[in-house]
């Protein structure tokens, strides 16, 4: 298990600097550990309540209310079909035993080679194009079961242009120093008020 | 009250009703004896509407609707009716629904009898289930922490256990974990629940959810008998007192809006286990041979009469007398005790043995006189809202649990503002205001800054360590408030230093206290944070040398005390310091320790031990045998808490009644009695037949305790507060130099954890294993400069002594200064500290 690495930790730290209040970098912190491992780890749950300065335990709090936060590993690629009503209706519990039987798993199981985790999933807010499903959140929409062997296919020779799971932006924002919520004001700005520090606060304990 | 404090009129059920403005329905009906059924609400916590179990029909002017009566506030002309059809079958309904997944496991569950879900299942619910699915199931109970069980399969997910861990005690190391269905309570893997309160989401809990191991499957609720009793900690808590077959077998807070607000520490919840002890002393013992025979010089302690114990006790305190004077008898302790015993003690020293040399603390707290001349406050007073606290005293978090919990909710909802004066981070340091961490015995520099005197740099670019900006923004925040009351709450917050320090400190806070109190302003007021039960009540009961009963002097009461009693002594006597050096000397032939161990808390372990040897006689009451008073020569057992009767002084002087629901063990007295006894056996008839006869007296005689009848007492659910001392302060004559650290050396701090290896604890099986093991704590910033790693053994050096131990950084620690803790089982810093010394200074070296 891996706490955030040195990389991670500086996308860490600048993502923290964009709140007035640490707590609130909670979320996406988690997916930050969840980009670096594929999961989130118990390390890096308690990594980020020191980072953020809040017990373990609501970590785990926060982060196990979300489905798409996952605390044990899994396949590369996350394949979830939606069992929603209009996919329902359009066949995708067909779907699900077609991937069942292709893949080997049921859903919420894992491929031996790891590649794949299948999952079954409620609405996934795309009921115009049923059935639809994900992989690693990017949609394919109108799946037929040739869709979705050509999909295992490119799935599991690496070429379905799809990034790792727990990436789920290409593009990584970036806040100028300027526009931070950190705590260095801008060149001749005093701090705003919601910001001042506890005066007798030297951080070192004196 | 407040100007704005007005009445909304509501209807509940058809009757008027006069709320407070933001008050919440659920509360306002309650107030107007409607009882609203519930479980997540709880008064002394923020509302949640988890359960929807209060929901009820509340008309705000647009018709009756149903709302959670927990989450709405009452407004004007609005109409309630907690008992409409609409209203039942909401209950009804939510009944069922939070017992979709109740495992229905109530005959072996504790909460059996007492359970609010059985109770209102019963009242409100639904005779029978429609649900007919496989309910959730979790693993049986899974220990939280090592005192608390949780059985998951139970819990309707009220959050009050979680609420209580996040907001009362700042330990939010319990969380609702997953989602849906699958919602748990539950710690981070491995993280217990380590908080010192959580023994109280045990009994908040509304359903067998959450369990102590200490109780559980000990009793079932009906089984119990209780009685309202004070909990005999510095703070006064309020229990019930609940026992089966002469057992006491569990304590539960009572809500007292004055004191604990229904809170426990975990330290006081279960020491209950301590009172039926095997080891607790059950017959007299006196010093003889092992076919018990009286032999002064034997070598052990055997078994005899109280006939014998108490005459052999007379025998020797008149012979030393006669033969010494009367100050050649010394008590020590008697801060455990209930106020009569106090004060019947103190009667038999003072009125008829003639000796002031009498000290209930053992040098570990602060002069009585000085406690005694300051004007004391309220915890509600510290707690006013906008009001300002200075905590110059030991962690109360480690050593006042309940007062630590009062502070956090008024720092953290009501703006009061903390400003820690204190030579390390306590645990209110996150939430303080201004946090001036001085070094170790620089108080009174930083003091006399932030009241009024100049705010001047010393000579090493800082005021006593504290940077100069600092102290001074706190002193701006304390003017901007001073029509707002200042509370400072005092103690001594380390035993590695005198307290003349804290004196000196004290000294300049009272030096400014006129100007705070200027033009009617509430000005400055102290709450006493000493150590020890019912220490407070000793000095009240004048259990210290120099001092009578009622807050007042030898020179100022003797007169009218030797009237009541015939006497009082001629000349003042010394502290426990003082006692122990006269023994040393020979002066003293009888000591008598009222549930006293200087051995094992007496900060200069050497000085006892000889003192120990020296004296002729050494009388002992007590629960338990202890280090001391194995070498006591008579030993009297005494009864405790809950085998007795008397009243209880807190730190505010609140009087509150103790009531007995046990018989003591054996033939163990009441400490009054063994006075009494002793008295009569001397010569003197005190006439006390009860302890109401005794409390009698002191309302007769204690100038402070005048009116404070027992009627009066028991009529306040607050129990009554004692009047303010005549006694003036008196500064003192010079400050303390405090003398200057060397580059290479870090100076300590040592103040008590709160498990440690007290007698109480270590006979409470429950909660003898969660003393800490021994670390030195050091800045991480200071690793560098003794050149040692965090975490390595290292070995620690003093001009007293040196000892191995681990060392770790703890950023709450001040640079230059290393922190220890006062009485850790393993290691004794008592080793380390040169007790005629100013201060220890410590250097730290690699194995
Ligand atoms: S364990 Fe008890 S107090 Fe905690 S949420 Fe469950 S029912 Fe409520
Ligand atoms: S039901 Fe499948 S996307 Fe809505
Ligand atoms: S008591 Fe109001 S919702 Fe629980």
Redesign the interface.
């Known amino acids: 298990m891996a706490r955030l690495n040195a990389n991670s930790l500086g996308v860490a730290q600048e993502i923290i600097a964009r709140y007035p209040v640490p707590r609130s970098a909670l979320i996406p912190l988690l997916h930050l550990a969840q980009e670096q491992e594929g999961y989130v780890t ?1 390390d890096a ?2 990594h980020i309540a020191e980072l953020v300065g ?8 926060t982060c ?4 798409m936060l996952k605390r044990e590993p899994v396949g590369e690629y996350m394949v979830n079909i939606c069992n929603g009503i209009s996919c329902h209706l359009l066949g995708s519990s067909d779907l699900i035993h077609h991937a069942e039987a292709t893949l080997g798993v049921r859903p919420g199981g894992t491929t031996d080679d790891g590649k794949i985790t299948l999952e079954a999933v409620e609405c996934i807010a795309a009921c115009t194009e049923a059935p639809c499903l994900q992989v690693n959140y990017r949609y394919r929409n109108r799946v037929t079961a040739d869709d979705f062997d050509q999909l295992v296919s490119e799935l599991r020779d690496d070429t379905a242009k799809v990034a790792s799971h727990g990436q789920l932006a290409m593009v990584r924002q970036h806040i100028g120093d300027d526009r931070r919520a950190g705590v260095s004001p801008p060149d001749g700005q005093g701090e705003p008020a919601w910001m001042a520090r ?5 951080g ?3 | 009250m407040s100007e704005n404090e007005t009445v909304v009129n509501i209807t509940v059920n058809g009757q008027p009703v006069e709320a407070k403005p933001g008050e919440w329905v659920i509360a306002a009906a309650e107030r107007a004896g409607v009882y609203i059924p519930h479980f997540c609400y709880h008064p002394r916590m923020n509302s949640v509407g988890m359960c929807r179990m209060c929901i009820v029909d509340i008309d705000a002017g647009r018709g009756p609707a149903l709302q959670p009566s927990c989450m709405v506030e009452v407004s004007e002309g609005m109409v309630v009716d907690t008992t409409s059809e609409q209203t039942r079958k909401a209950q009804d309904g939510v009944l069922e629904f939070l017992l979709l997944n109740h495992p229905l496991d109530c005959p072996v569950c504790d909460k059996g009898g007492e359970c609010p879900l059985q109770d209102q299942t019963m009242a409100y619910g639904p005779g029978e289930s429609r649900f007919v699915e496989e309910k959730r199931h979790f693993e049986k109970p899974i220990p939280v922490n090592d005192l608390v069980y949780l059985d998951r399969e139970r819990c309707i997910l009220c959050d009050r256990c979680t609420r209580f861990a996040d907001e009362v005690a700042g ?9 849906g269905d699958q919602t748990q309570v ?4 491995d ?1 217990p629940f380590s908080s010192y309160f959580s023994g109280n989401t045990v009994q908040i809990c509304p359903v067998g959810a959450l369990t102590a191991a200490p109780y559980r499957f000990k009793a079932r609720p009906w089984d119990l008998t209780e009685v309202e009793s004070t909990y005999p900690n510095p703070m006064g808590d309020r229990v019930v007192v609940q026992a089966s077959r002469d057992q006491v077998l569990r304590y539960q807070g009572v809500d007292s809006d004055a004191v604990n607000w229904g809170w426990l520490t975990d330290k006081d919840r279960f020491a209950f286990e301590a009172t039926a002890s095997e080891l607790r002393l059950h017959t007299p013992l006196v010093r003889g041979t092992p076919l018990g025979r009286l032999d002064p010089g034997g070598s052990e302690l055997v078994e005899t009469s109280w006939g014998q114990a108490l005459s052999l006790t007379a025998d020797a305190i008149k012979a030393a007398v006669a033969d010494k004077g009367p100050q050649s008898v010394a008590v020590l302790g008697g801060a455990r005790l209930t106020n009569e015993d106090q004060y019947a003690w103190a009667r038999l020293a003072k009125g008829v043995i003639g000796t002031d040399h009498v000290d209930a603390q053992l040098d570990d707290g602060l002069p009585a006189e000085g406690v005694l001349s300051l004007p004391r406050a309220t915890i509600n007073r510290a707690c006013t809202p906008g009001g300002t606290v200075i905590l110059m005293a030991p962690d109360p978090k480690e050593e006042q649990g309940t007062l630590y919990l009062r502070l956090r909710h008024a720092i953290v909802n009501d703006g009061v503002q903390l400003i820690e004066l204190t030579p390390r ?1 306590t645990g209110l340091s996150h939430l303080a ?5 001085h070094r170790p015995g620089e108080a009174a520099a930083v003091a006399a800054a932030l009241m009024g005197g100049d705010i001047e740099a010393g000579p090493d670019g800082d005021i006593g ?3 100069v ?2 102290v001074a ?2 002193a701006a925040a304390i003017a901007n408030r001073a029509d707002q009351p200042l509370t400072v709450v005092l103690g001594r917050p380390s035993l590695a230093e005198p307290a003349d320090f804290t004196m000196d400190a004290v000294a300049e806070l009272v030096r400014f206290a006129n100007l705070l109190s200027a033009g009617g302003r509430p000005g400055i007021a102290f709450l006493p944070a000493l150590h020890r039960g019912n220490v407070l009540g000793a000095l009240d009961m004048g259990l210290a040398p120099g001092l009578l009963p009622g807050r007042i002097t030898l020179a100022d009461g003797g007169p009218a005390l030797a009237e009541a009693w015939g006497s009082v002594p001629s000349n003042p006597g010394a502290d426990t310091r003082g006692i122990l050096q006269a023994a040393v000397n020979g002066q003293i032939e009888v000591l008598i320790l009222l549930g006293a161990d200087p051995l094992g808390d007496f900060p200069h372990r050497e000085l006892a031990d000889e003192a120990l040897s020296q004296v002729g006689t050494i009388v002992a009451s007590d629960l338990f045998l202890n280090p001391s008073t194995v070498r006591a020569h008579i030993v009297f057992p005494a009864a405790g808490f809950a085998e007795r009767r008397g009243t209880h002084t807190n730190l505010e002087g609140r009087i509150t009644g103790q009531r007995q629901i046990v018989t003591p063990p054996g033939t163990a007295r009441a400490d009054w009695a063994i006075a009494t006894e002793l008295a009569r056996q001397l010569g003197a008839d005190f006439g006390f037949g009860a302890p109401e006869d005794v409390w009698d007296e002191i309302t007769r005689v204690a100038p402070s305790h005048r009116n404070l009848s027992m009627e009066a007492i028991d009529a306040s659910e607050d129990g009554v507060v004692a009047a303010d001392s005549s006694i003036a302060f008196t500064p003192p004559d010079n400050a303390t130099p405090v003398p200057h650290v060397d580059a290479y050396s870090l100076r300590l701090v040592a103040a008590r954890r709160m498990y440690d290896r007290g007698t109480l604890l270590q006979h409470a099986p429950s909660l003898a294993g969660l003393a800490p093991t021994a670390v030195l704590a050091v ?1 991480p ?1 200071d690793f560098d400069r003794v050149g040692v790693e965090p975490g390595a053994d290292v070995q620690v050096i003093s001009n007293a002594g040196e000892m191995d131990m681990p060392v770790v950084a ?6 230059g200064t290393a922190a220890f803790g006062y009485n850790y089982p393993d290691l004794d810093v008592r080793d380390l500290v040169d007790p005629d010394a100013m201060v220890t200074d410590l250097r730290i070296q690699t194995r």
């Open positions: 118990e749950m308690a809040v017990t373990p335990a609501e970590v785990m709090g196990s209310f979300y489905e506890n005066p007798s606060d030297n070192d304990g004196s | 330990d939010p190391l319990i969380t609702f974990q997953d989602r539950n710690t981070f893997p993280l981070a205001a201004f946090r001036l961490h360590g504290t940077p900006s600092a923004a706190a800045n910033y703890d950023p709450g620690v001040p640079r």
